[in-house]
């Protein structure tokens, strides 16, 4: 199962981007869709996820200029980017978890950003 990011691109500092990920429709019922993201020499961290429910988490280093949303009738997930920062610049990744059985947990390919002036 692959998962398809886009929307990543070059932006400069305080500007924004909108990434999109599309999940087949055989996954994503009962499971979390977000992203991670890797910047150079880092391991993946996470972003922001939101459940099947709608419920959004983020991580601390957001300060809320992420907005993490989706759409279960296209099954896909979307992350807006606000204000970005050029400590945002890393490949954003896709993902979909679901933790009750059936257990599965995909990813996408990557899109990258870059914030710089």
């Known amino acids: 199962v692959q998962l398809q990011a886009s929307g990543g691109g070059l932006v400069q500092p305080g500007g924004a981007l909108r990434l999109q990920c599309a999940a087949p429709k055989t996954v994503g019922c009962a499971a979390d869709m977000g992203w991670y993201r890797q910047a150079p020499g880092q391991q993946r961290a996470f972003v922001a996820s939101v459940s099947s429910g709608g419920t959004t988490r983020y991580a601390d280093s957001i300060e809320d200029r992420f907005t993490a949303s989706r759409d279960n009738r296209k099954n896909m997930v979307y992350l807006q980017m606000d204000r970005l920062k050029p400590e945002d610049t890393a490949i954003y990744y896709c993902?979909?978890?679901?933790?009750?059985?059936?257990?599965?947990?995909?990813w996408g390919q990557g899109t990258q950003v870059t914030v710089s002036s």
């Open positions: 993902f979909v978890k679901r933790r009750v059985t059936p257990t599965y947990e995909y």
